[in-house]
């Protein structure tokens, strides 16, 4: 019998019962925003560059 893990609604973390654990979690700056930016800043790149190759192979095959 073969079973499938499907996407499961877990429950939030519970971050008080985190920090009570572990209390240097939350204490450092992850960078994540900047890092979120970065990468979508690179996605909108890519976009672009993918938009500009398929018009020029639009044109190639045009030809």
Same mark, same amino acid.
């Given at each position: 019998?073969? *079973? +499938? +893990? @499907? =996407? +499961? /609604? @877990?429950? =939030?973390?519970?971050? @008080?019962? &985190?920090?009570? $654990?572990? =209390?240097?979690? %939350?204490? &450092?700056?992850? %960078?994540? #925003? /900047?890092?979120?930016? #970065?990468? #979508?800043? &690179?996605?909108? *790149?890519? #976009?672009? /560059?993918? @938009?500009?190759? *398929?018009? &020029? /192979?639009?044109? $190639?095959?045009?030809?």
């Amino acid at each position: 019998m073969e *079973e +499938t +893990t @499907e =996407p +499961t /609604d @877990e429950a =939030p973390f519970e971050y @008080e019962a &985190i920090r009570k $654990r572990f =209390p240097w979690v %939350g204490c &450092i700056a992850s %960078g994540e #925003r /900047d890092l979120s930016q #970065r990468y #979508r800043h &690179i996605m909108a *790149e890519a #976009r672009k /560059d993918r @938009e500009i190759v *398929e018009a &020029i /192979d639009a044109i $190639r095959q045009s030809e």
